[in-house]
Nanobody, 127 residues
Framework: QEQVVESGGGLVQPGGSLRLSCAAS????????IGWFRQAPGKEREGVSC????????YYADSVKGRFTISRDNAKNTVYLQMNSLKPEDTAEYYC????????????????????WGQGTQVTVSS
């Protein structure tokens, strides 16, 4: 059974950095995509980034382009989300999900039914 676990969240000042980790178990990343999503209270869930081993595709939401970088360490079976120049509006619960997908703006929505989801990690950006 596919399982993912997020870690690395915390409290950071505006302009600071955090690195989130998504550790996979029960499968390898060889034929999977890992997507990062976030949800703030009262807000819709937003697709943030994605990296796929199916075809090497990546995806970034416009709101994080140039600030966030997604990467994969196959030896550790882990995907990372490096978040730089953090803003208060980045405050949210961050989730990762695994599915056998390519990463496009369209396929981000397919994680809802097809993905295996973690429990989330809280990111708070505040002075």
């Amino acid at each position: 059974q596919e399982q993912v676990v997020e870690s690395g969240g915390g409290l950071v000042q505006p302009g600071g950095s955090l690195r989130l980790s998504c550790a996979a178990s029960g499968f390898t990343l060889d034929y999977y995509a890992i997507g990062w999503f976030r949800q703030a209270p009262g807000k819709e869930r937003e697709g943030v980034s994605c990296i796929s081993s199916v075809d090497g595709s990546t995806y970034y939401a416009d709101s994080v382009k140039g600030r966030f970088t997604i990467s994969r360490d196959n030896a550790k079976n882990t995907v990372y989300l490096q978040m730089n120049s953090l803003k208060p509006e980045d405050t949210a619960e961050y989730y990762c999900a695994a599915a056998r997908l390519r990463c496009t703006i369209t396929t981000m929505g397919h994680f809802d039914l097809l993905g295996a989801w973690g429990q989330g990690t809280q990111v708070t950006v505040s002075s």
